[in-house]
């Protein structure tokens, strides 16, 4: 990878040839110019990847080279820092006015000003425009960094540009759109997402780049709210995943089931339970929002608090199977009783065993308890409709038809829930 040049422009001789060996020291290449009017030639001639510009010089002075290069297209994109001994308020005032990325005084500590070299570099490659770029980009009336302005605040910029066309967002291979006309959203995509969902999805996005090209939209209109609900709406869901962020990476990542959340009991709502049932170490939290029909961020907030009890995590727990009973019990999604659940470190310990793959013996191993009170916690829980165990079913077999709702065989009146070696240690 090629080096960063920087041109350094000083009329004292001394002042170059000491910057010249800390730029190269610091791994720039680097190119002098002794006042404003040779600077500029050096520019055209090869283009640096940032200034470092002394104030006071004969011929052309620091602040009107700024000025030139700042108000040149083809240059106004390269950073220029101010390096002077001009340290009254007034002169960086005039300095910044006329364009300069930053504003330092020569008698700093040399690490800051590769400090502040450095920093600004990454700051510039963010708003660089790609050599050779597609059209899109080329004709943007608005670009910039996601890391620098946030996507309301981009979002914002699009509107108040009052025309029709394209905001687009880009991260690596990532990108979505949001599609305006006159001033108004009307559609929004991002990756298998669509309409509102699509906005809020990219209101997350904080790294990246935005740009809005003017231009036909397309005439699909899957949005219908104002932009101003669609931001308040936006504001609230980053303040959420704000505070989930901190224990989910994001809502494409895999829960499983921990089968020692702690010693104090665990209490679950009916919510709570809808969701801790689909958990199976394979799907993921998007998909199972999908499936208990409730808003993302919704399940969200659910999974947060049981991985906050200790109830989930995003780690496999791996155990080993047995074989000792042959029924494989299923978790079950209605729950009876009032709610919240309360349920002691056993029997969370026995629910977070069963993926509707492990037999009886493998979860009794896991669990650690005797059979009669294995028998005590499976029971309690088939009454309470957290379970229900085919006895047909055994690991590698195929289900068995499923029992009715209350968990009672259609033929005998009786809970159908285990094997014959349950009845036998005091089940029914």
Same mark, same amino acid.
């Given at each position: 990878m090629s080096k960063d040049l920087v041109l350094m422009v000083d009329d004292e001789l001394d002042n170059r040839v000491m910057m010249r060996y800390f730029l190269e020291s610091w791994g720039y290449d680097v190119e002098l110019a002794s006042n404003g009017e040779e600077a500029l030639k050096r520019v055209a001639a090869k283009r640096p990847s940032l200034v470092l510009l002394d104030l006071e010089m004969p011929v052309m002075d620091g602040f009107e080279t700024c000025h030139?290069?700042?108000?040149?297209?083809?240059?106004?994109?390269?950073?220029?820092?101010?390096?002077?001994?001009?340290?009254?308020?007034?002169?960086?005032?005039?300095?910044? /006015? /006329?364009?300069?990325?930053?504003y330092v005084v020569k008698t700093v500590d040399p690490e800051e000003i590769q400090a502040r070299i450095e920093m600004i570099l990454r700051r510039s490659r963010r708003y660089e425009p790609a050599q050779g770029g597609d059209k899109e980009s080329s004709d943007a009336v608005l670009s910039g960094s996601l890391e620098e302005k946030s996507f309301p605040e981009a979002f914002q910029l699009a509107l108040a540009y009052g025309q029709s066309g394209t905001l687009v967002l880009r991260n690596?291979?990532?990108?979505? /759109?949001?599609?305006?006309?006159?001033?108004?959203?009307?559609?929004?995509?991002?990756?298998?997402?669509?309409?509102?969902?699509?906005?809020?999805d990219l209101a997350l996005w904080n790294k990246g780049n935005f740009s809005y090209t003017v231009g036909e939209v397309s005439p699909e209109q899957s949005i219908r709210k104002s932009g101003t609900s669609l931001l308040m709406e936006a504001t609230r869901r980053m303040d959420e995943w704000n505070l989930i962020s901190s224990k989910i990476a994001s809502f494409d990542v895999v829960p499983h089931r921990v089968a020692t959340p702690g010693a104090e009991p665990l209490r679950l709502t009916r919510s709570d339970w809808k969701v801790t049932s689909l958990v199976d170490g394979q799907r993921t939290?998007?998909?199972?929002?999908?499936?208990?029909?409730?808003?993302?961020?919704?399940?969200?907030?659910?999974?947060?608090?049981?991985?906050?009890l200790g109830a989930l995590s995003f780690e496999p727990d791996k155990n080993e199977r047995d074989n000792f009973f042959d029924a494989v019990p299923e978790l079950r999604l209605d729950l009876r009783g009032e709610e919240p659940y309360e349920l002691s470190a056993v029997s969370w310990k026995l629910l977070a065993a069963i993926d509707g793959k492990r037999d009886l013996g493998a979860i009794t191993h896991i669990v650690g308890l005797a059979p009669r009170k294995m028998a005590e916690v499976l029971k309690d829980l088939a009454e309470r409709g957290f379970i229900r165990v085919n006895k047909q079913r055994a690991r590698g077999e195929a289900a068995a038809p499923a029992v009715k709702e209350n968990g009672k065989s259609a033929e005998t009146g009786k809970v159908e829930a285990f094997s014959p070696r349950i009845r036998a240690v005091g089940f029914e």
């Open positions: 030139r290069l700042k108000e040149d297209p083809e240059t106004e994109h390269i950073p220029v820092i101010m390096f002077t001994g001009l340290e009254s308020t007034s002169d960086k005032v005039k300095g910044i /006015r /006329r364009g300069a990325d930053d690596g291979d990532k990108d979505g /759109r949001v599609y305006l006309n006159d001033g108004v959203v009307i559609h929004a995509e991002a990756a298998s997402l669509s309409g509102e969902d699509a906005f809020y939290i998007r998909q199972i929002a999908v499936e208990v029909g409730a808003d993302v961020y919704e399940v969200g907030r659910a999974v947060f608090g049981l991985i906050t």
